[in-house]
């Protein structure tokens, strides 16, 4: 309605043009801003958007340069499958903890710090691989300062490592070379060395810019020089953050535990985050009421680049969504309740801006298919390689929509929503309440349940399959 009257046209023709991008609204539906712009083009109008027009965002102030200080590097570890991505996090993680820690390694919250020999700290991103990194820069969130890319000296540089070298170098973030597996008898560096420089990355001792180290993850071969020379790649960064301010950051990881509520573990990226502090995640929002780093021991308050993990939100927010701390309660649940509502309607209609010409096409061909999909999972991580394998099952003939995704048990509203949106539910190692069960079963809503996601896919590719329209 409000769109409308600003263009001066009838709101039917605005909810008939929403209906062509596949989106059916009702007066009073409030749109995203890319089908704001895209409605906005069809009538013939520009669209800018002021920052003071959007309820949903947050203003964070500009720092002095004088409160600025140094700052922890954020890493991550991309490479090929089996190259020791998990391997070398792990060593890292595990040879730093000190003897005599209370209960050593108790927990795998999804980031981790370390002190180097050298006393300075590097922050760990423990999702190894590019997925992790790419769902995060999909929701804008710009986390990551260093990248290790690790190449097996048994192996050899492979599609994986050509693609995590080309999303650090699409992100713009530098990247330190590791050739892991030195140990093994059939370990060849040079060659790994030549590969790199057959795809432009000459690392240093062959005339390039890249710093490369040899390691083993399994003897610790060369890790500290490694975790210098991200410490030396940082410096260039000058990375700094002012500590005392309200806390800012990234959702690393959240998931729902039965005992203590919804986990979530959040990367501190600006500001100092208190007990008491009423946050606000992507849609979520609570006081904090406990924080623990990655050894599982408690701590009151946690400053820059620092990973911890909190207690205290009212849900889980998704991998990449920024964190805020607010000034009232109210304040950050208004926000919150703005951002759950424009979630739920964008997740009511097809994510696909399909075109009237194609549905057209499509149909004029006999055909056009859509399988809708709603996938709930116990962490956002699974849920997120979940669904992207799933996406990647679409084929010409049918298309894969995952129309809603979110951490938890699978509720009434999610059969509600498959009900009206005909879709199915995948579950990853969450099950249906009671009355979710019910309701399915009355309105025929199919809700499968996996604890592997290969078997979920191959479940799925298989239906696909028998989906298909007989070839004449
Ligand atoms: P990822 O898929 O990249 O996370 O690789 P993993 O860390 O799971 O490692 C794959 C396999 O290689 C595992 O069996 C590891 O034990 C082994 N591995 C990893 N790093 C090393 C290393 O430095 N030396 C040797 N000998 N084996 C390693």
């Given amino acids: 309605n409000d769109l409308a009257s600003l263009m001066d046209v009838s709101v039917n023709d605005v909810i008939a043009k929403c209906m062509n991008l596949g989106i059916f609204a009702s007066i009073n539906q409030r749109l995203d801003a890319e089908t704001i712009t895209i409605i906005a083009d069809e009538f013939g109008y520009d669209v800018k958007f002021t920052e003071a027009d959007d309820e949903t965002e947050v203003f964070e102030e500009e720092d002095n340069p004088e409160d600025l200080k140094d700052r922890a590097p954020i890493v991550t570890i991309m490479g090929h499958v089996d190259h020791g991505k998990t391997s070398l996090l792990d060593f890292i993680r595990e040879s730093k903890v000190t003897a005599g820690e209370a209960g050593g390694i108790t927990q795998h919250i999804g980031a981790y710090d370390v002190m180097t020999e050298s006393g300075k700290k590097v922050a760990f991103l423990d999702t190894p691989g590019h997925e992790a990194f790419t769902a995060m820069r999909a929701r804008g969130a710009k986390i990551t300062d260093v990248a290790i890319i690790v190449v097996a000296a048994d192996d050899a540089v492979m599609p994986q490592t050509k693609e995590a070298i080309n999303h650090a170098q699409v992100a713009g973030v530098p990247m330190v070379i590791a050739i892991n597996k030195v140990d093994k008898p059939n370990a060849n560096v040079e060659k790994i060395k030549e590969q790199l420089a057959n795809i432009n990355i ?38 700094k953050a002012n500590a005392n301010k309200s806390a800012v950051g990234t959702v690393v990881e959240a998931e729902l535990d039965k005992g203590r509520g919804y986990l979530t573990t959040i990367m501190i990226q600006a500001g100092t985050l208190k007990i ?131 951490v938890g048990q699978i509720s009434e509203s999610d059969v509600l929503l498959a009900s009206a949106s005909d879709a199915i539910i995948l579950g990853f190692q969450v099950r249906p309440s009671q009355n979710a069960r019910k309701i399915a079963d009355n309105e025929e809503i199919e809700i499968r349940l996996y604890s592997i996601i290969y078997d979920a896919i191959n479940e799925l590719k298989d239906a696909m399959e028998g989906m298909l329209a007989p070839t004449k």
């Fill in 276 to 406: 008491g502090d009423v946050v606000l995640a992507g849609a979520h929002y609570g006081k904090v009421k406990a924080m623990f780093d990655h050894k599982g021991q408690k701590v009151k308050e946690a400053g820059p680049s620092t990973p911890v993990l909190m207690l205290g939100l009212d849900g889980a927010p998704q991998a990449g969504d920024r964190f805020n701390v607010m000034e009232t309660d109210r304040e950050a649940r208004d926000i919150a309740n703005k951002r759950e509502q424009i979630q739920r309607e964008q997740s009511m209609r097809t994510k696909k801006h399909i075109t009237l010409d194609e549905i057209g096409r499509r149909l004029a061909i006999g055909s056009f298919k859509e399988l809708n999909v709603i996938v709930k999972g116990d962490v956002d991580g699974s849920i997120e390689a979940l669904s992207d394998s799933l996406l990647k099952l679409s084929t010409e003939e049918i298309q894969v929509n995952i129309i809603h995704k979110a």
């Fill in 202 to 239: 000459l690392v240093e001792d062959w005339g390039g810019k890249y710093q490369c180290q040899e390691v083993s993850a399994k003897t610790g071969q060369g890790i500290e020089d490694l975790l210098e020379k991200v410490l030396l790649e940082a410096e260039v960064l000058e990375l």
